[in-house]
């Protein structure tokens, strides 16, 4: 009983919201002129919301100087504070709108990594947005899903990793099929590069595994060559470069630019090679039968209309 009594003396003790609102508008302007034309009132009604507000408080806020207004210290102290609750008050307003309101939207909160985000996700998306209006998604990458910031939690993981988190249901997707890519520039210049040993021996655009201990296996051309019998111990000791960066949509840019033979994954790449962009120089390639990609949705909203929808849609693409 005694925090109720304390609550309603507080709101006893608050001033005007009114009057408030045309103290915050008149701050950000510095004029009684402009904040009349915002908030779509007269200038008399500004100054007399505001001198009933410096009455309740008991000391200037403005210091009136002609037309111009500027805030004393004790207004800026207020202003400060009601500014903030205003804000917080509008973003819990537009929050309860699109959550809530007769014509809410839903939000759902997509994990994956930068590389699929970029390669995978910006191509198909417009096809989610047209055929689901309704639906907004905020896309979070990582590539350490077992050491997110606190508080993520997203709706939907697409991860290599079978179960991510408890809560979620994990449906298992597709494995990795892994061979080489160049651009059909690259290997009319570099015609050496349509054979195992010319890749080799060629520049290799590698994903070095920084950043990526939590995956089980990694794949880079020293693993790869192996595979087919190759040593990359046998490249020549000078002549071509091996270069090394753990951020694969930089390396698939890189090779776009005709700067090199990097290994392409077929969930990632295989639309550019539909586009002639890209080519496989050779047939051979590796598919890692142990290991799938998966996509986990939360537990509590495997009935949610909004997670059905887009679980549906993304099940249904080419690819997956």
């Not at 205003?86 to 309101?101: E, H, P, V």
């Amino acid at each position: 009983m005694t925090q109720h009594a304390n609550a309603d003396q507080m709101l006893l003790k608050m001033p005007s919201l009114r009057a408030v609102k045309c103290f915050v508008a008149a701050a950000r302007h510095q004029s009684f002129t402009r904040a009349a034309e915002t908030l779509c009132v007269t200038q008399a009604a500004i100054s007399r919301q505001i001198r009933e507000l410096e009455e309740h408080l008991g000391t200037p806020l403005f210091e009136r100087t002609g037309r111009s207004v500027k805030l004393t210290p004790a207004g800026s102290i207020f202003f400060d504070a009601a500014q903030l609750s205003f804000i917080n008050l509008a973003q819990a307003a537009t929050r309860i709108r699109k959550d809530y309101g007769s014509n809410a939207r839903r939000t759902l909160t997509l994990c994956c990594t930068p590389a699929f985000s970029a390669l995978w996700m910006s191509r198909r998306l417009p096809s989610f947005f047209d055929g689901n209006p309704d639906i907004d998604l905020d896309l979070i990458t990582t590539q350490n899903f077992l050491a997110m910031e606190p508080g993520i939690y997203p709706d939907v993981f697409i991860t290599k990793i079978a179960r991510v988190r408890d809560g979620y249901v994990t449906r298992p997707l597709f494995h990795d099929r892994i061979y080489p890519v160049c651009t059909p520039g690259y290997l009319e210049t570099h015609p050496e590069a349509g054979s195992l040993e010319g890749i080799r021996d060629g520049t290799l655009l590698n994903l070095s595994p920084y950043g990526r201990s939590q995956i089980a296996e990694h794949v880079d051309w020293s693993v790869w060559l192996a595979i087919h019998h190759l040593d990359i111990e046998d490249r020549p000791g000078t002549g071509s470069h091996y270069f090394n960066v753990n951020d694969y949509s930089l390396l698939i840019q890189m090779v776009l630019n005709n700067q090199g033979v990097a290994l392409g994954w077929d969930h990632l790449v295989a639309p550019l090679i539909e586009e002639g962009r890209l080519l496989r120089p050779v047939e051979q390639e590796m598919v890692l039968e142990e290991t799938r990609h998966y996509l986990a949705y939360r537990e509590d909203k495997e009935d949610d209309d909004a997670l059905i929808r887009f679980r549906d849609w993304f099940l249904a693409q080419e690819g997956i």
